[in-house]
């Protein structure tokens, strides 16, 4: 099994643009919400394993502009009784990850349909796991 991040149909702060293109590659337009989660899963970068919490989960609610630039973004589930520490690491791990993204580059269609709509992804650390 591998660890889950999941775009699933999102509001705080505004993030800075920061792409995760290599630099002078173009950026393919994002013409769906698949679109979207594969972008948004580019750009994650996995707390340290020796660092991760087995079994974190982190529900996230995200709302983008028409151009793609990120409004804002709000936890709205986090595994309960974790330490501040590891809760901070994966907060961290997020922020980093939708600055990366951040603006997506949106078809002018996606853009004037999720506009302002909250869209939800789950992140879910399962690298520590007993595969099965």
Not at 19 to 33: F, H, I, N, W, Y
Not at 52 to 57: K, L
Not at 117 to 129: A, E, G, S, Y
Request: hydrophobic share 40%; with cysteine.
């Amino acid at each position: 099994m591998r660890a889950g991040f999941f775009l699933c149909l999102g509001l705080v702060t505004l993030l800075p643009a920061i792409t995760c293109a290599e630099p002078g590659q173009a950026r393919k337009e994002l013409k769906s919400l698949a679109d979207i989660n594969r972008a948004l899963r580019a750009c994650w970068r996995w707390p340290p394993i020796g660092e991760a919490r087995p079994g974190m989960e982190l529900r996230v609610r995200l709302s983008f502009r028409r151009d793609g630039e990120i409004m804002g973004v709000r936890v709205v589930y986090q595994t309960p009784n974790v330490s501040d520490e590891k809760r901070t690491l994966y907060y961290g791990a997020l922020l980093a990850a939708l600055s990366r993204c951040s603006p997506l580059p949106l078809s002018q269609s996606l853009g004037e349909t999720i506009a302002g709509r909250p869209l939800n992804f789950h992140i879910h650390d399962t690298r520590q796991q007993r595969k099965v």
